[in-house]
């Protein structure tokens, strides 16, 4: 019985969740009201309160959806297989493919997803905490393999994160800035990651050797 109500419940929060995708991409965020959530489902503003306290955790709620679809193709990207670079390249390639198609896709409900990075809300810090779980272990093994330099895992995905972020940030897709293309900066990006090979020491010739020769 409880797993049924839990079912319902679910489903409900899925199509309210939806809904307001559908309303946000059409008319923005700030036009569209819990009564406009409601009247497309044909239900009640206070159905939907019955699941939502608020149109804030709506927001939340839509915000989390989008930012999960980006979060599922960096960790199909991520199982992958190939060396490091190879892994973290296809992963950071999602996530920019991602922010670009959403904003094509859903051009107005992108601008709650940019609020909410620029806000910090807490679901954009689980999903940093995610996307950060999933190239932190690809770089520790890389680190094993002598495919990439040493250093912290966890210090090396917060820097290379950092330098992709005019492609990766969901806040900045679209800026009219002056930056280098997706394929520049990951070139940057992966040069500086690539453990340098080792120089072998000099051969030291004996110098009687020398003389004799």
């Known amino acids: 019985m409880r797993s049924r109500i839990e079912g319902r419940t679910s489903s409900a929060r899925c199509k309210i969740v939806q809904a307001a995708i559908h309303l946000y991409g059409e008319i923005g965020h700030k036009k569209t009201t819990v009564a406009d959530i409601a009247q497309h489902l ?14 804030r955790s709506i927001e939340e709620a839509v915000v989390a959806e989008l930012l999960d679809e980006t979060v599922s193709a960096a960790a199909e990207a991520a199982r992958t297989q190939g060396p490091a670079l190879q892994r973290l390249a296809a992963i950071l390639k999602a996530i920019a493919d991602c922010n670009e198609g959403r904003s094509a896709m859903h051009r107005r409900a992108q601008d709650l997803v940019a609020l909410a990075v620029r806000q910090n ?8 905490d995610k996307i950060r779980g999933l190239l932190r272990p690809i770089i520790g093994t890389g680190q094993a393999r002598g495919e990439l330099q040493g250093g912290s895992p966890t210090a090396l995905t917060c820097c290379l994160l950092e330098a992709m972020d005019v492609h990766l940030n969901p806040s900045r897709v679209g800026a009219a800035t002056l930056r280098p293309s997706f394929e520049e900066m990951l070139r940057f990006c992966t040069s500086a990651l690539r453990r340098a090979p080792s120089l ?7 110098h009687g050797q020398l003389r004799a020769g």
């Open 42 to 55: 044909s239900m009640s503003s206070a159905n939907v309160y019955r699941f939502f306290p608020s149109k």
């Open 200 to 206: 072998q020491p000099a051969k030291v010739i004996p």
């Open 121 to 128: 809300w807490t679901v954009v810090l689980a999903y940093h």
